[in-house]
């Protein structure tokens, strides 16, 4: 299962919208996060999608930018470092 920070530019502390719905996979997060983002636009600076767990922490899945209509993969992050780092793994 997997949900999605939506992390808008100009937010104190970088905190932003949370999808906090859960997705079955990662296509169908993608579109209602594009749609929701269609629907109403906002300046935004990047998507964490994360996967959800039953029996240990949630975990960073990829980053994701937006480029105005659609969600495209940040291959430049490696979300495994930031998972090791805050305790996610």
Do not use: C, T
């Amino acid at each position: 299962m997997y949900y999605a920070n939506v992390i808008v530019k100009g937010e104190k502390q970088n905190k932003g919208l949370v999808m906090r719905r859960l997705y079955n996979n990662i296509k169908s997060l993608k579109k209602a996060v594009s749609q929701s983002l269609l629907d109403k636009p906002q300046d935004v600076e990047e998507v964490v999608v994360l996967r959800h767990y039953e029996s240990k922490p949630d975990s960073i899945h990829g980053y994701y930018n937006w480029d105005g209509e659609k969600l495209v993969l940040n291959k430049g992050i490696e979300p495994f470092f930031h998972n090791v780092i805050y305790g996610r793994r």
